[in-house]
């Protein structure tokens, strides 16, 4: 299911004004610093994901923001990666989640969307359609059943060679 969220409603001030407390440094991506991205997301997500990456920071300026604490990467948060104002895909540190450092991308790159002239963002494929109620007021698009994921080339899981 994706969710719409408007860029120009109350609730993405308020939650701007809550994760300013946040520990990590939510920043955008440099070029340069690419490929330690793509391995973390590698890592800690999927290769679907670091394709994902790959595609946001092709844009100028790159369409990918990371958390960062005590110098480490800590999560990250994309858009215009799949589509043109499709906010995702995201993710945070196991260790790290629950510190409101999920909510603090969320809202930078909403943030980040707003200022590059979207009044709206699409969140694509979401999970916890509450959480991105709650945070953003973000609401369920009409799909019926279809979605820009309908179709995509999986990878089938590897077959034990045959002696």
């Not at 890592?43 to 369409?63: C, D, I, L, N």
């Not at 104002?85 to 629950?98: H, L, S």
């Not at 450092?101 to 969320?106: K, T, V, Y």
């Not at 916890?128 to 059943?145: L, M, N, T, W």
Request: aromatic content about 8%; some cysteine; glycine content about 10%.
């Amino acid at each position: 299911m994706d969710c719409l969220v408007n860029l120009y409603a109350q609730p993405l001030a308020t939650l701007a004004a809550r994760v300013e407390i946040t520990e990590a440094t939510i920043r955008v991506a440099l070029p340069p610093e690419q490929h330690i991205i793509k391995d973390w997301v590698r890592r800690h997500f999927s290769e679907y994901w670091v394709s994902e990456v790959t595609a946001a920071m092709a844009h100028q300026p790159p369409g990918c923001l990371i958390a960062v604490v005590e110098g480490e990467l800590v999560g990250f948060a994309c858009y215009d990666a799949t589509a043109r104002g499709f906010f995702g895909p995201t993710g945070v540190a196991e260790e790290q989640r629950g510190k409101g450092i999920g909510l603090a991308l969320l809202s930078a790159t909403l943030q980040a969307m707003k200022a590059q002239g979207y009044a709206y963002a699409i969140i694509g494929g979401v999970g916890p359609v509450d959480f991105y109620s709650k945070a953003v007021g973000a609401v369920p698009i009409p799909d019926e059943g279809e979605d820009i994921y309908q179709g995509l080339l999986r990878l089938k899981p590897a077959q034990e060679a045959q002696p």
